[in-house]
C-alpha cells in the first residue's frame, strides 16, 4: 500500500515554471514503484502527462509537454519540472504510481495508487 500526496501547484504567468513534487510514503519505499503524472483539466478527460521507472532510467513524455516539463525523482519523492507554461496546461494534476516491475504506463487505468491532486492554474 502507497500513499502519493502532491504539492507544489499554484498560479503563473504564462511562459512561467512551476515545480511539482510526490512524496511516496508507505512500507515499501516510492523507489519500488513506477510513477506517473496525469492531469484533467475544465471540462477534459484526464490525460497522460509522463511516467518514469521504479529506477529513473527511462521516461516518457506526452507530446504536448515533450520539451518543455521534465520527470525526475529521488529516494522518495517524483517531480515534475514545468517550464514554459501556456494557459492550456491548467488542470488538476494527479501523480500515480504502480509495482516497479510492471514498468512505466502511459494510461490511468495502469496504476494503481493516486494521490489527491494539485491545482495548476496558467494565466495568458
Known amino acids: 500500500q502507497a500513499q502519493l500526496e502532491e504539492s507544489g501547484g499554484g498560479l503563473v504567468q504564462a511562459g512561467g515554471s512551476l515545480r511539482l513534487s510526490c512524496t511516496v510514503s508507505?512500507?515499501?519505499?516510492?523507489?519500488?514503484?513506477?510513477c506517473g503524472w496525469f492531469r484533467q483539466g475544465p471540462g477534459n478527460e484526464r490525460e497522460f502527462v509522463s511516467t518514469?521507472?521504479?529506477?529513473?532510467?527511462g521516461t516518457r513524455y506526452a507530446d504536448s509537454v515533450k520539451g518543455r516539463f521534465t520527470i525526475s525523482r529521488d529516494r522518495n519523492t517524483v517531480y515534475l519540472q514545468m517550464n514554459s507554461l501556456k494557459p492550456e496546461d491548467t488542470a488538476v494534476y494527479y501523480c500515480?504510481?504502480?509495482?516497479?516491475?510492471?514498468?512505466?504506463?502511459?494510461?490511468?487505468?495502469?496504476?494503481?495508487?493516486w494521490g489527491q491532486g494539485t491545482q495548476v492554474t496558467v494565466s495568458s
Open positions: 518514469i521507472t521504479w529506477n529513473g532510467s
Open positions: 508507505g512500507r515499501r519505499t516510492s523507489s519500488t514503484y513506477a
Open positions: 500515480a504510481a504502480r509495482d516497479g516491475f510492471l514498468g512505466m504506463g502511459l494510461a490511468g487505468r495502469d496504476y494503481t495508487y
